[in-house]
T-cell receptor, first 116, second 110 residues
Framework: SAVISQKPSRDICQRGTSLTIQCQVDSQVTMMFWYRQQPGQSLTLIATANQGSEATYESGFVIDKFPISRPNLTFSTLTVSNMSPEDSSIYLC?????????????FGSGTQLSVL | DAKTTQPTSMDCAEGRAANLPCNHSTISGNEYVYWYRQIHSQGPQYIIHGLKNNETNEMASLIITEDRKSSTLILPHATLRDTAVYYCIAWYSGNTPLVFGKGTRLSVIA
């Protein structure tokens, strides 16, 4: 099973600043995803991080606000830009594993972001 | 992906079986039923999945009705550590991402 390391685990940031979240996987994976979980809510998909090309964003999320990098098959970053208090959420990195002949997702432990 | 419907919350006594229902009446033929759970302050964790046959693993059992329009996740002997939000998802990968609904908040009570 894939082991995901996500950094930072939590941060408190000032309005108007940006934060970059890192996701490192211990094996090469094709599909990587970024989710957001607002307080008391379910998970919402932000984007699919594509290796070697631009990320695919879901409705309501744009590249200028959430730029994503995917330089190789084991690493991705999500930046939350020009933050406001509404961006306070847990951000989760996820990877798809097909090593057992079926697809399942593994999740990092998340980044708890608070914006003041 | 087909939409799923789950109860908002459920309680279960410790040591008893927890039976979590899920309706997925619009599931398509190639969609699997997946169950994940999210314990507080952690990322979601895969539990089990199935297509049409009942499945069992070390964590749980999954019972899928013959018409595949509903399923039940069974935790045979619930413990306090099983307190979590449980998500039922009808999903066919095909490089499409997993979409989470609201899930069922299960509280296991001593």
């Amino acid at each position: 099973s894939a082991v995901i390391s996500q950094k930072p685990s939590r941060d408190i940031c000032q309005r108007g600043t940006s934060l970059t979240i890192q996701c490192q996987v211990d094996s090469q994976v094709t599909m990587m995803f970024w989710y957001r979980q607002q307080p008391g809510q379910s998970l919402t998909l932000i984007a699919t991080a594509n290796q070697g090309s631009e990320a695919t964003y879901e409705s309501g999320f744009v590249i200028d606000k959430f730029p994503i990098s995917r330089p190789n098959l084991t690493f991705s970053t999500l930046t939350v830009s020009n933050m406001s208090p509404e961006d306070s959420s847990i951000y989760l990195c996820s990877v798809e594993d097909r090593s057992k002949g079926y697809e399942k997702l593994f999740f990092g432990s998340g980044t708890q972001l608070s914006v003041l | 992906d087909a939409k799923t419907t789950q109860p908002t919350s459920m309680d279960c006594a410790e040591g008893r079986a927890a039976n979590l229902p899920c309706n997925h009446s619009t599931i398509s033929g190639n969609e699997y039923v997946y169950w994940y759970r999210q314990i507080h302050s952690q990322g979601p964790q895969y539990i089990i999945h199935g297509l049409k046959n009942n499945e069992t693993n070390e964590m749980a059992s999954l019972i899928i009705t013959e018409d595949r329009k509903s399923s039940t996740l069974i935790l045979p002997h619930a413990t306090l550590r099983d307190t979590a939000v449980y998500y039922c998802i009808a999903w066919y990968s095909g490089n499409t991402p997993l979409v989470f609904g609201k899930g069922t908040r299960l509280s296991v009570i001593a």
